[in-house]
Structures are given as structure tokens and as C-alpha cells.
């Protein structure tokens, strides 16, 4: 039963190692901080708009991707947890039936 109770530490360091908790927060944010300052004419306020929005929409890509690859591991981790929970108790049986099972083959 410890692996039972292992799982919650497993699903913080899945968490931790992914940073979700600050890819949450900073999910719009812009990528690497890369922010343009407009100029004093129109046409520089609208390239700077549309540079900090092409800035914040690839920071939004690239960080649900990772949202979405730590969703994939935790999911992956909890199936792989509960698998081993149900064939643990069953690997001394293995060794019997395995030996049996090569003196048919």
C-alpha cells in the first residue's frame, strides 16, 4: 500500500518539474517578455500592438503545450500507478506460473 500513498508525491513532481501552477498564471503573458514600446506615430502603435499580440499568442502555444504534456504525464502516471497497485500483489504468483508455463513450450 505504499505505492498508494507514493502517488500524491509523484503528482507533485510531475506538478513541480512542469511548473504548472505558473504556466497557469502566466498563461497570456508574453513569450520571454518580449514586448514592443509603440512609437509616437499610428502605424508604430499598431506594429507594436500586433508584435506584442504575435508575442502573446506564441507564449499561449507554447505553454498550454506544456499544460497539455504535463495533463498527458499525470494522466499516464495515476493509469501506471493503479496497474502496478492491482499486479503487485500478484508477482509471487508469477514465478510458479511462469515456470510451469516453460515446461509446455
Known sequence: MQVAHSIKGRLRSIQSSFSVNQLSRTL??????????????????????????FSRIIGFVIRISVLIAAAIAIVLTVVLTVIEIVLWPLLPLAVPVLLIAGFFI
Open 28 to 53: 497570456f503573458a508574453p513569450w520571454r517578455k518580449i514586448i514592443s514600446y509603440p512609437g509616437a506615430s499610428f502605424q508604430d502603435k499598431v506594429r507594436a500592438w500586433g508584435d506584442n499580440l
